[in-house]
């Protein structure tokens, strides 16, 4: 039921990205100064909580994944991008990302391997929604620009699956490569 839901968020949010040609992207810088996190053993500075058209080259934004991968979620196929600020963090079994920390995650719905958008998540600053770890979501289409559906913010439907996920704060494919 959840699953299902969740293909058709992504099916029609994919679908309206076909009509859209601008290359703004959009994101939240935020403030600096993130508490760092004395219970990691590693920790991380703060992210740059958003990202432009050139995240792929940019040293801000790397991927463990030398190819797109068939995942476990609704996703499709993907490769995901996290923001460089947590490379030596997601090697941990589990841990916390400081404020700011961006991971994208191109996804390719019906892996016939053309790129359908970008599904992306913002650690965004604490108190934002504190009871699932301050994530914003959105789902974007190629050009960068933020879908209407679902809603970006506190996606519910986002929520409800990546709180599976709450050792590796929320990130449900850092082991993918
Ligand atoms: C039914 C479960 C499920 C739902 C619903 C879901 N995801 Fe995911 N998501 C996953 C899984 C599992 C992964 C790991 C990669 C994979 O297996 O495809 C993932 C990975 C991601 C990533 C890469 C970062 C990471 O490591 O988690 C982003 C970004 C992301 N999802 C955004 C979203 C957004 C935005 C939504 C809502 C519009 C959403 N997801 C809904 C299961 C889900």
Known sequence: MELKLALSVF?????????SSSDVTIGVVPDSGAPAD???AITAAPGPGAFAADYKTSTSFFTAMSAPVKGTSPHGTTRIWYSSNVKDLLSQASFTVPEGTTAIKEFDMNS????DGLAVMIK???GYDPAHGDWYYDMR??????MPDPPAGKVAMCITCHSKYKATDYLAGTKLR
């Open 11 to 19: 099916a029609l949010a994919s679908f309206a990205g076909c009509s």
């Open 112 to 115: 016939d391997g053309t790129l």
């Open 38 to 40: 004395a219970a990691d």
């Open 124 to 126: 965004k600053p604490a």
């Open 141 to 146: 289409d190629l050009a960068g620009n933020v």
